[in-house]
């Protein structure tokens, strides 16, 4: 199809472990109680459209069991701000949204994609300008990186190889949409948490970069989409605000995506943050546990 041309799934490649959200520093607060993991730092390769190799930065956080138990992926969003690019951290297995899937029993991995904080290199999402936006583009290359780790971890020993979950936030959310509509055989669930690009134009909340494309690109990932999806965006979203994420959900919808459209109340001073915000998983918990139910998911 041709969203999807240019993407090499399953490219093969081997990791290099390295001896021992993406987040901005300081965004999430660490839980009152911390279940015990052990994690792991890798670098993933990944192969873009000309034939290059990048390496991920990624953390992979294992629950205590040894069991193979299913992956969850935790994508990060993108700055308004490119100066703030470099400085994004990998997420930590005792982040609030990872404590909530280990708990659980999920295996969690975040990555840093092409362009971002120790992963550097070029930055491989870029849309383009404001005024003609290539959203489809963004997309697809965010979900070649979010691939590229979901075929290595589902490889190691203590990591089923399928029914993967994807998670992403903002522009990492985007990616897992995009990716819904391409080939995922080791993936069962999608978790879009505020998700979309082209927010804060200059700077600014609720002003976006031709909201109109942002729409019709979702239309085109909906026809090609293949998993039922849970989209989480709430009241108060500076980014993606109700009206906006309503229109992509009835665009992805109308072209034959299944996707549920939860929309809670306000959280804290701006919604967009709910995913990884303080206390956020008392929100999207309940929502993301009955998908997972709904998708048939658990760990052992």
């Given at each position: 199809?041709?969203?999807?041309?240019?993407?090499?799934?399953?490219?093969?490649?081997?990791?290099?472990?390295?001896?021992?959200?993406?987040?901005?520093?300081?965004?999430?607060?660490?839980?009152?109680?911390?279940?015990?993991?052990?994690?792991?730092?890798?670098?993933?390769?990944?192969?873009?459209?000309?034939?290059?190799?990048?390496?991920?930065?990624?953390?992979?956080?294992?629950?205590?069991?040894?069991?193979?138990?299913?992956?969850?992926?935790?994508?990060?969003?993108?700055?308004?701000?490119?100066?703030e690019r470099p400085k994004m951290q990998l997420g930590r297995c005792e982040h609030e949204a990872a404590q909530w899937f280990l708990a659980r029993g999920f295996v969690v991995a975040f990555v840093l994609r092409r362009g971002y904080g120790e992963t550097g290199g070029t930055w491989a999402e870029d849309q383009g300008g404001c005024d003609y936006p290539n959203y489809l583009?963004?997309?697809?290359?965010?979900?070649?990186?979010?691939?590229?780790?979901?075929?290595?971890?589902?490889?190691?020993?203590?990591?089923?190889?399928?029914?993967?979950?994807?998670?992403?936030?903002?522009?990492?959310?985007?990616?897992?949409?995009?990716?819904?509509?391409?080939?995922?055989?080791?993936?069962?669930?999608?978790?879009?948490?505020?998700?979309?690009?082209?927010?804060?134009?200059?700077?600014?909340?609720?002003?976006?970069?031709?909201?109109?494309?942002?729409?019709?690109?979702?239309?085109?990932?909906?026809?090609?989409?293949?998993?039922?999806?849970?989209?989480?965006?709430?009241?108060?979203?500076?980014?993606?605000?109700?009206?906006?994420?309503?229109?992509?959900?009835?665009?992805?919808?109308?072209?034959?995506?299944?996707?549920?459209?939860?929309?809670?109340?306000?959280?804290?001073?701006?919604?967009?943050?709910?995913?990884?915000?303080?206390?956020?998983?008392?929100?999207?918990?309940?929502?993301?546990?009955?998908?997972?139910?709904?998708?048939?998911?658990?760990?052992?």
């Amino acid at each position: 199809m041709a969203i999807a041309s240019g993407i090499a799934l399953g490219s093969g490649a081997r990791a290099s472990p390295e001896e021992s959200e993406a987040l901005p520093s300081g965004e999430a607060e660490q839980p009152a109680s911390v279940i015990a993991s052990r994690q792991q730092n890798l670098s993933v390769p990944v192969i873009d459209a000309q034939g290059r190799v990048a390496q991920l930065k990624t953390r992979v956080c294992r629950p205590a069991i040894d069991a193979p138990e299913p992956l969850v992926i935790i994508n990060h969003g993108s700055p308004p701000n490119s100066s703030e690019r470099p400085k994004m951290q990998l997420g930590r297995c005792e982040h609030e949204a990872a404590q909530w899937f280990l708990a659980r029993g999920f295996v969690v991995a975040f990555v840093l994609r092409r362009g971002y904080g120790e992963t550097g290199g070029t930055w491989a999402e870029d849309q383009g300008g404001c005024d003609y936006p290539n959203y489809l583009s963004a997309g697809v290359e965010t979900a070649r990186d979010i691939d590229a780790v979901v075929n290595y971890v589902t490889a190691l020993p203590y990591v089923r190889r399928d029914s993967a979950v994807v998670v992403g936030q903002s522009a990492g959310g985007w990616g897992a949409i995009a990716y819904d509509s391409l080939p995922h055989p080791k993936v069962g669930a999608f978790v879009v948490m505020a998700a979309g690009r082209g927010g804060h134009r200059h700077n600014q909340p609720n002003d976006n970069c031709r909201a109109d494309l942002l729409i019709d690109a979702a239309r085109r990932f909906g026809a090609h989409a293949a998993t039922p999806m849970l989209w989480v965006y709430s009241a108060n979203d500076s980014y993606f605000a109700p009206p906006i994420a309503r229109a992509m959900w009835h665009a992805f919808t109308a072209a034959g995506g299944r996707a549920d459209l939860e929309q809670p109340g306000p959280y804290g001073t701006d919604g967009h943050r709910l995913f990884f915000g303080p206390h956020g998983s008392s929100v999207w918990g309940p929502l993301v546990e009955r998908y997972l139910a709904a998708q048939g998911i658990a760990a052992n």
